[in-house]
């Protein structure tokens, strides 16, 4: 299964954006790229998700590398809110690829 | 809409008892996970339901693990018996399919094995 390597730890301040990025060379052609991310004892949550193009929400956007080896998670403006646990994770089409396989994630502290 | 309702939010049991968590999924959820996630890990994918049949049960221990999606809705996950390795928080989750669509979570349950 195709993996991601994200750092472990990041730290931005109030109000500015933030970039995590995300590396994933080995990705095949039919995986997506996902996002969560989980706040202080609760569950993950989903932030966003992306095949080839740039994507925007409401929560983030999602930058794409050309070759797909890399992807960053942009918040514009983080809020203390924004503090949490940032998973990675790529999900195929097929078979065991469509799971959804959490590692270990980028801890974000937004200073104030 | 309701989220993933999951009880009891926390329990705490003596090693070798057994335990049993239950899931409500999002009505219409075709796919329901449960996950361990111990503390300063990532959540852990034990099973993967899609309606009441099994996609993916490769990671749970299942000497001591098991569950059920009955009628293709609610879960439950039991533990018979317990180690105090097993201390960990359970998480569910239900999206509507298999392949890239959102997956909701629920807040999880808190086991303590002492």
């Known amino acids: 299964d195709a993996k991601t390597t994200q750092p472990n730890s990041m730290e931005s301040n109030e109000e500015e954006p933030v970039h995590l990025p995300c590396n994933h060379s080995?990705?095949?052609?039919?995986?997506?790229i996902h996002w969560y991310r989980q706040l202080p004892s609760q569950g993950p949550e989903y932030v966003i998700h992306?095949?080839?193009s740039n994507v925007n929400n409401r929560m983030a956007s999602l930058a794409i590398a050309e070759d797909r080896k890399s992807s960053t998670l942009i918040l514009h403006r983080a809020t203390l809110r924004d503090a949490a646990v940032y998973y990675c994770?790529?999900?195929?089409?097929?078979?065991?690829?469509?799971?959804?396989?959490f590692g270990s994630g980028t801890q974000l502290t937004v200073l104030p | 809409e309701a989220g993933v309702a999951q009880s009891p939010r926390y329990k705490i049991i003596e090693k070798r008892q057994s335990v049993a968590f239950w899931c409500n999924p999002i009505?219409?959820?075709?796919?329901l996970y449960w996950y361990q996630q111990i503390l300063g890990q990532g959540p852990k994918l034990l099973i993967q339901?899609?309606?009441?049949?099994?996609?993916?049960d490769s990671q749970l221990p299942k000497d001591r693990f098991s569950a059920e999606r009955l009628k293709g809705v609610d879960s439950t996950l039991k533990i018979q018996p317990a180690k105090l390795e097993d201390s960990a928080v359970y998480l569910c989750?239900?999206?509507?399919?298999?392949?890239?669509?959102?997956?909701?979570f629920g807040q999880g349950t808190r086991l303590t094995v002492v």
């Open positions: 009505s219409g959820h075709a796919t």
């Open positions: 992306g095949l080839t």
């Open positions: 339901f899609q309606n009441n049949g099994v996609v993916d």
């Open positions: 989750a239900s999206s509507l399919g298999l392949t890239n669509t959102e997956a909701f």
């Open positions: 080995t990705i095949s052609g039919t995986d997506y």
């Open positions: 994770i790529l999900r195929g089409m097929w078979g065991s690829a469509r799971q959804l396989t």
